[in-house]
């Protein structure tokens, strides 16, 4: 009896033994499968380089950078900003010698296309955003700038009848933005509205303060203006305060481009002057991080995404506003 007892008690053991050690070795192998795995991912860093947050646009392409990072449950990522084309194309260089997987790059200006081509030639995926360098990029994400021009020629033509006087802001710092939508407006006034005048005016950037100073010498050299083709949101809140100050009664309309909240309540109280905008979201700037995200794992992806703009209006700004946006 205890002999037989002796033995049923070895062997269960040693069948509890072996089984145990069977799991022990299920477990090590599924263990390793995923940090291979995680490795693999990790072992690449994506590199957003935008300009500083000091403009409201600006803001909100910092924001939804950050977001789309973790949406994209990224560990290794840098979002480096700078405030003028050198501390860029620095930049650019450091990240070059930190070997990156992947770079998304805005550009300060055109003149950060010598950092770009070095990006090309260390054959590191480089997705640009929202304003265009003169190098062979993998992938390009914008806005349509001549489609803000045009669709706004449209409006404000209509809206005047095709006849008048329109002021044109030009904001030559911001390179390639500023050029598109200038001259997709100039196009389609030229083709459609031949009998409206156009006189320029130009400010130093995208800011309400800027926008404000070039309104204001622009109202003092033309006593009659009948509207205004701004390219900026905010440009077009210190355009507003320009109209007000001078206590100008002739402007009947005046066009913007981004998306910013602050224009948005301006379009949504209405007023004797017609307000709209042309969409310009910062947040366009998740579609290229997506991208350079794919490319940096080896993935093709599409050489240039253009998002076409929509008009708002006083008809439909209530579906724009966002109480959260921090632009």
Same mark, same amino acid.
């Given at each position: 009896?205890?002999?037989?007892?002796?033995?049923?008690?070895?062997?269960?053991?040693?069948?509890?033994?072996?089984?145990?050690?069977?799991?022990?070795?299920?477990?090590?192998?599924?263990?390793?499968?995923?940090?291979?795995?995680?490795?693999?991912?990790?072992?690449?860093?994506?590199?957003?380089?935008?300009?500083?947050?000091?403009?409201?646009?600006?803001?909100?392409?910092?924001?939804?950078?950050?977001?789309?990072?973790?949406?994209?449950?990224?560990?290794?990522?840098?979002?480096?900003?700078?405030?003028?084309?050198?501390?860029?194309?620095?930049?650019?260089?450091?990240?070059?010698?930190?070997?990156?997987?992947?770079?998304?790059?805005?550009?300060?200006?055109?003149?950060?296309?010598?950092?770009?081509?070095?990006?090309?030639?260390?054959?590191?995926?480089?997705?640009?955003?929202?304003?265009?360098? $003169? !190098? =062979?990029? %993998?992938?390009?994400?914008?806005? +349509?700038?001549?489609?803000?021009? @045009?669709?706004?020629? /449209?409006? &404000?033509?209509?809206?005047?009848?095709?006849?008048?006087?329109?002021?044109?802001?030009?904001?030559?710092?911001?390179?390639?933005?500023?050029?598109?939508?200038?001259?997709?407006?100039?196009?389609?006034?030229?083709?459609?509205?031949?009998?409206?005048?156009?006189?320029?005016?130009?400010?130093?950037?995208?800011?309400?303060?800027?926008?404000?100073?070039?309104?204001?010498?622009?109202?003092?050299?033309?006593?009659?203006?009948?509207?205004?083709?701004?390219?900026?949101?905010?440009?077009?809140?210190?355009?507003?305060?320009?109209?007000? $100050? !001078? =206590?100008? %009664?002739?402007?009947?309309?005046? +066009?913007?481009?981004?998306?910013? @909240?602050?224009?948005? /309540?301006? &379009?949504?109280?209405?007023?004797?002057?017609?307000?709209?905008?042309?969409?310009?979201?910062?947040?366009?700037?998740?579609?290229?991080?997506?991208?350079?995200?794919?490319?940096?794992?080896?993935?093709?992806?599409?050489?240039?995404?253009?998002?076409?703009?929509?008009?708002?209006?006083?008809?439909?700004?209530?579906?724009?506003?966002?109480?959260?946006?921090?632009?």
């Amino acid at each position: 009896m205890k002999k037989g007892l002796l033995v049923k008690i070895l062997g269960i053991t040693a069948l509890a033994a072996t089984m145990i050690g069977l799991a022990g070795c299920s477990s090590s192998s599924s263990e390793k499968k995923s940090s291979d795995s995680s490795t693999t991912t990790s072992s690449k860093t994506l590199a957003v380089v935008i300009p500083s947050s000091d403009h409201g646009w600006e803001a909100g392409v910092n924001y939804y950078a950050q977001q789309e990072v973790k949406k994209l449950g990224l560990k290794k990522y840098k979002i480096v900003t700078s405030s003028s084309v050198n501390e860029q194309a620095s930049q650019i260089d450091d990240m070059i010698s930190q070997k990156v997987g992947a770079i998304v790059l805005q550009p300060q200006t055109d003149e950060v296309s010598v950092a770009a081509k070095k990006i090309v030639n260390a054959k590191i995926p480089l997705v640009v955003f929202d304003r265009k360098v $003169d !190098a =062979k990029y %993998t992938g390009y994400v914008a806005g +349509s700038n001549p489609q803000i021009g @045009q669709l706004s020629a /449209k409006k &404000i033509g209509d809206e005047l009848n095709g006849k008048g006087t329109v002021a044109v802001l030009n904001v030559p710092s911001s390179g390639s933005v500023s050029a598109e939508r200038t001259a997709g407006f100039k196009k389609v006034m030229k083709a459609s509205y031949p009998d409206i005048k156009l006189v320029n005016m130009t400010a130093d950037d995208f800011t309400q303060e800027k926008g404000l100073k070039a309104a204001t010498d622009m109202l003092q050299s033309n006593k009659q203006v009948d509207g205004i083709f701004s390219i900026d949101d905010e440009s077009s809140i210190g355009i507003l305060q320009a109209v007000n $100050d !001078a =206590k100008r %009664t002739d402007i009947k309309i005046i +066009s913007g481009a981004g998306g910013d @909240q602050a224009y948005f /309540k301006q &379009i949504k109280a209405g007023g004797d002057i017609t307000k709209f905008t042309a969409t310009y979201s910062p947040a366009m700037i998740g579609d290229a991080i997506k991208l350079a995200n794919q490319a940096m794992n080896g993935k093709d992806i599409k050489k240039d995404t253009i998002i076409a703009p929509t008009i708002v209006t006083k008809d439909n700004v209530s579906k724009f506003l966002d109480a959260k946006s921090p632009y």
